[in-house]
């Protein structure tokens, strides 16, 4: 009796592509996007003159923008990637314009970030010559952050051998917490069909989520980065140094606070779906303990 030959699997393309709308909360997320074309060309650029700090001041306000920067050019790949993807496998149209307009936005922080950085410090960080030990730290800082995130990038392309891109895409909603339309959309429309299973995994990926983003907005986390040891001490003066030179960089207390608000802000909606929020102490966060292990893939998605 002959074998069954095993069947290949259907080869990915973006055509012939659809516009058929499944979920009319996920086109009105996507549709929301269109209001929001704001220009960072615009801004008063000449009013932020180098001239008017010192060098201290001018190197540490770079240096929060190019850290800053780091999650913005992961968002700018990782979302990308997912309207290629979902493209691809010929999801509905909005959700594949959605995550299209979400990488158009990181693009734009981004922006933001390097008009900011050339206003500065000319060819910060990856053409500057520090001219102090302030200097050298800063920059060394910045330099340990981003190639940290070629692991990230290796993990993240990676799980998508391992997780269903239902997953993955799911996994987006975190980074952009505080203006969750579209990516709540996105999760309430993938959450409809997840098992229990997968969605323990989404509340995995949220606990990966605070891991990756807490060099920004906590303190780095020892079971995903990889950083000089004294990294948060300088990040800690170099991030008062920006405060006070006027940037408007948010003490520990109040990245806590906020982040923790953010949270709590959308426990309601998430908890609906039947996902469970995990437990983050360090922010005083209640829910269900997620053992995260030094060095484990983050999975999720910026």
Not at 99 to 113: G, K, P, Q
Not at 205 to 223: A, D, N, V
Not at 250 to 276: D, F, H, N, P, S
Request: some cysteine.
């Amino acid at each position: 009796m002959p074998k069954a030959s095993k069947q290949k699997p259907p080869e990915l393309n973006i055509f012939p592509g659809n516009w058929t709308i499944k979920n009319e909360q996920m086109f009105k997320a996507f549709d929301l996007s269109f209001a929001q074309h704001w220009n960072p060309a615009n801004f008063p650029w000449e009013e932020l003159d180098g001239k008017n700090f010192d060098p201290k001041e001018r190197i540490a306000q770079a240096y929060w923008m190019s850290k800053l920067a780091l999650f913005e050019k992961s968002g700018i790949g990782a979302f990308g990637f997912g309207a290629v993807r979902a493209a691809e496998l010929n999801l509905e149209d909005p959700t594949k314009k959605m995550l299209a307009s979400i990488t158009y936005d990181e693009c734009r922080h981004d922006e933001v970030c390097r008009r900011a950085c050339n206003k500065l410090c000319p060819n910060w960080p990856y053409g500057y010559k520090p001219q102090s030990d302030f200097e050298q730290k800063a920059l060394r800082n910045i330099e340990a952050l981003y190639e940290e995130g070629r692991r990230y990038w290796k993990g993240f392309k990676g799980a998508w051998e391992y997780l269903t891109p239902e997953l993955l895409f799911a996994g987006f909603f975190f980074a952009e917490i505080g203006a969750v339309v579209a990516t709540m959309a996105l999760l309430r429309a993938m959450a409809q069909e997840f098992s229990e299973e997968q969605k323990l995994t989404v509340t995995r990926q949220m606990k990966q989520g605070f891991i990756f983003l807490s060099p920004l907005l906590y303190q780095h986390r020892p079971e995903f980065w990889r950083l000089p040891s004294d990294f948060d001490k300088v990040d800690q003066e170099v991030e008062e140094i920006a405060r006070n030179a006027g940037l408007g960089v948010l003490t520990m207390e109040e990245k806590v606070r906020y982040w923790k608000q953010a949270i709590e802000k959308k426990r309601g909606e998430i908890e609906e779906m039947g996902i469970k929020v995990p437990a983050i102490p360090e922010l005083g966060v209640e829910g269900v303990e997620v053992q995260v292990k030094k060095n484990e893939t983050i999975a999720t998605s910026f």
